[in-house]
Nanobody, 116 residues
């Protein structure tokens, strides 16, 4: 069964940094994304990477503060977050798919809490 496993969440002070990692068991996808969902809110896209095209895109709210990248040595996709704000507090989900017409495969989520 295909699985995505996130790691790296936790509690951090405002202004701090966190690095989230996503590992896909059994295969490598072409497209990976990080979404986040705060309590009572919709799940929203944070960052996306197309490994074949070599392109990335980010939500306006995180541009300049987050970087999504492939770590070939670890066979993971990471989300490096800096200058964290309390409003970044959410459950962060890794998602992956090969084609945009296919549904995402989702991870279980990892909690990120930014204390003010």
């Amino acid at each position: 069964q295909l699985q995505l496993v996130e790691s790296g969440g936790g509690l951090v002070q405002a202004g701090g940094s966190l690095r989230l990692s996503c590992a896909a068991s059994g295969r490598t996808f072409r497209r990976y994304a990080w979404f986040r969902q705060a309590p009572g809110m919709e799940r929203n896209l944070v960052a996306h990477i197309d490994l074949n095209a070599g392109t990335t895109r980010y939500a306006d709210s995180v541009k300049g503060r987050c970087t999504i990248a492939r770590d070939n040595a670890k066979d993971t996709v990471s989300l490096q977050m800096t200058a964290l704000k309390p409003e970044d507090t959410a459950v962060y989900y890794c998602a992956a798919r090969n084609d945009v017409t296919l549904p995402y495969t989702w991870g279980q989520g990892t909690q990120v809490t930014v204390a003010s």
